[in-house]
C-alpha cells in the first residue's frame, strides 16, 4: 500500500515563529488532507489539497503531487497550535481512491 | 446539523466482553469509515461502508464485524474484547461524487475504549 513520512516527527516553537511541516507519500493519490489533532483529541480539518496551495489565515498548504509532497506552512505560531498535525492520501484507484493512509504526525508544541 | 457523532465517548470492558460503537453522521454522506488510532500512531483504517447494507475490510479488519443497515449509521462491533483493542476509534463519512473530484472526510469525536 501506500507509504506516508512526515517530517519532523516533533518540533518546538517559541510563540510567534513559523514553522514548516512535510508529508512525502510513495504513490498518486487523488485525496490528501491535513488534520490538527488537538491536545483534547479532536481531529480538525485544515486543507482538502490533493494538489496547488491554499491558505487559511495563519495556516497554508502546498502540494506537488508530480513530486509527491506536500507542505504545511504555520505563521506567528500561537500556543492553540499545539498538537499533533497529521497528513492523509488516498490512493489514485477506483473504490480505493476514498480511503485515508495516514501517517505518523508530527507533534508541535508551542511555548509561551 | 451535528456532523458525525460517535457513542459512547468512552467505554471500558474486560477481556471477552462484546461491545457496539455507534457511528451517526447527519450529512447524507454515502461512505462511512471506522478507524482505530493507537499511542503514537496516525489512523489506521478498520472497516469502510460505500453505502446502504455494503462493508469491506480496511488495514486492520481482524476482531472487528461492521453493519451499514441505514444510511446514516455505522455500527462497529466487537465480539469478544481483547486488550490489543484498547485504542480510540474514530468514524469518519464523505460524500460520494464523481470519480475525481473532491471527497474531503470529516471525522466524529472518537471513542476511547480500555479493554481490561
Known amino acids: 500500500g501506500i507509504q506516508v513520512e512526515q517530517s519532523p516527527p516533533d518540533l518546538i516553537l517559541q510563540e510567534g515563529a513559523n514553522s514548516t511541516l512535510r508529508c512525502n507519500f510513495s504513490?498518486?493519490?487523488?485525496?490528501l488532507q491535513w488534520f490538527h489533532q488537538n491536545p483534547w483529541g479532536q481531529l480538525i480539518n485544515l486543507f482538502y489539497i490533493p494538489s496547488g496551495t491554499k491558505q487559511n489565515g495563519r495556516l497554508s498548504a502546498t502540494t506537488v503531487a508530480t513530486e509527491r509532497y506536500s507542505l504545511l506552512y504555520i505563521s506567528s505560531s500561537q500556543t492553540t497550535d499545539s498538537g499533533v498535525y497529521f497528513c492523509a492520501v488516498g490512493p489514485y484507484s477506483g473504490a480505493g481512491s476514498y480511503q485515508l493512509t495516514f501517517g505518523k504526525g508530527t507533534k508541535l508544541s508551542v511555548i509561551p | 446539523n451535528a456532523g458525525v457523532t460517535q457513542t459512547p465517548k468512552f467505554r471500558v470492558l474486560k477481556t471477552g466482553q462484546s461491545m457496539t460503537l455507534l457511528c451517526a453522521q447527519d450529512?447524507?454522506?454515502?461512505?462511512m469509515y471506522w478507524y482505530r488510532q493507537d499511542p503514537g500512531m496516525g489512523l489506521r483504517l478498520i472497516h469502510y461502508s460505500v453505502g446502504e447494507g455494503t462493508t469491506a475490510k480496511g488495514e486492520v479488519p481482524d476482531g472487528y464485524n461492521v453493519s451499514r443497515l441505514k444510511k446514516q449509521n455505522f455500527l462497529l462491533g466487537l465480539e469478544s474484547a481483547a486488550p490489543s483493542q484498547t485504542s480510540v476509534y474514530f468514524c469518519a463519512s464523505t460524500l460520494k461524487r464523481t470519480l475525481l473530484s473532491y471527497n474531503e472526510q470529516f471525522f466524529g469525536p472518537g471513542t476511547r475504549l480500555t479493554v481490561l
Open positions: 450529512m447524507n454522506h454515502e461512505y
Open positions: 504513490d498518486s493519490v487523488n485525496n
